[in-house]
């Protein structure tokens, strides 16, 4: 579906992508998820699997093409030009399935990227909270407990730091391993998040299945596999063939009809269930939105207690924490929205048009 598409700006992506040092230990690689997706798609192993595959195909084919003038056979030219058109319709949907596992390792890195900068924000945060607490105990103002929650408070957040890093990096591997880069290469990564804050989803859950109906390729798989059965059908009912191989011939198309059947099964489920969960992190996202407002008003006013001696530090920290949690919640929700949508798009075949939109 998409690698035509993909493939005439490919040279243009690889123009794009910044090298800043000759140095591989060096090299830092700038991208934004329509250059991850063209350069991990063009670089898929089980992609150039299925391209061997379709050559194959193209090859009998020809040797058919060539063989009808020996001993001419219309089913026979039909069935090599079926299976080489259900082989490209294979490859069109590994590739769907490829593209959406690549999606989703974009958005864990991205979300885990984000997370990193909010544990390293509070790290600061709380390690300049902990040397006011350290003067008001030292001046007899606060209490031991208060002293030792904000040392708890921030060893806890570099922990949560340096476990952030550590999973970033690996997931910055796994990204590194999908577009066939040295793992010592660094990666810098844009997404443009305000375009699609203003993304509103226009077709409602029926709308959105008779979508993905029209263009799910696993759907135009299963036709073309009935479309091969039909003539390995008619093939076996000729003179020449024995009642037995008939018969089997038209329990493989009864099979091909009902796989359609259960192909459409397994989409209205899939379909039903990223719409909902897109719905589900908007109201997380939203949710979240508002208690960081909330919380922001609760610390500022803690602070100003806190400078007049009205509440204790543990007070103070106890709302600087909630705060924290809930950035790190908003910073998920936010990108699990992100995800949700895409693979919403990706369930009903309009991928392109929400990548389009994103990175316009």
């Not at 259900?86 to 596992?101: F, R, T």
């Not at 660094?186 to 709308?207: C, G, M, R, V």
């Not at 008619?234 to 192909?263: G, T």
């Amino acid at each position: 579906m998409f690698r035509k598409y993909f493939m005439l700006v490919f040279i243009l992506v690889l123009a794009s992508i910044t090298f800043y040092s000759s140095d591989i230990s060096a090299e830092k690689i700038e991208f934004d998820l329509q250059k991850y997706l063209e350069i991990s798609i063009n670089e898929s192993r089980e992609l150039k699997e299925e391209e061997i595959n379709i050559a194959e195909k193209e090859i009998a084919l020809e040797k058919e093409m060539a063989e009808q003038e020996l001993r001419p056979s219309p089913l026979l030219l039909k069935k090599a030009e079926v299976e080489l058109k259900l082989a490209e319709k294979k490859a069109d949907v590994v590739e769907d399935e490829i593209i959406n596992q690549l999606v989703n390792d974009f958005f864990n890195y991205y979300k885990a990227d984000n997370l990193v900068s909010i544990h390293r924000k509070y790290s600061n945060i709380l390690e300049k909270e902990l040397e006011n607490i350290k003067d008001k105990y030292e001046q007899g103002i606060l209490i031991k407990t208060d002293l030792l929650k904000a040392e708890s408070e921030l060893e806890k957040a570099e922990s949560n730091l340096q476990k952030a890093i550590n999973n970033k990096k690996k997931l910055a591997f796994k990204l590194k391993q999908n577009l066939n880069l040295d793992y010592r290469s660094e990666l810098s990564i844009h997404f443009k998040e305000a375009a699609l804050n203003d993304w509103k989803l226009n077709k409602n859950f029926e709308e959105l299945l008779q979508t993905a109906f029209k263009n799910r390729l696993e759907i135009k798989e299963a036709k073309a596999n009935i479309e091969l059965k039909e003539i390995s059908y008619k093939i076996s009912s000729a003179d020449y063939s024995s009642q037995l191989s008939e018969k089997n011939a038209e329990n493989e198309l009864m099979k091909a009809k009902n796989r359609l059947e259960i192909v459409k099964d397994k989409i209205s489920l899939d379909v039903n269930n990223k719409y909902l969960n897109h719905q589900s992190t908007g109201e997380d996202k939203e949710h979240f939105k508002k208690l960081i407002q909330s919380l922001r008003e609760a610390l500022r006013t803690k602070k100003l207690y806190f400078e007049a001696d009205y509440v204790t530090g543990t007070e103070l920290l106890e709302t600087q924490v909630d705060l924290y949690h809930a950035e790190i919640n908003y910073s998920h929700s936010e990108i699990d929205y992100y995800l949700s949508l895409a693979e919403l798009s990706l369930s009903t075949g309009d991928f392109e048009e929400m990548l389009i939109y994103a990175e316009k």
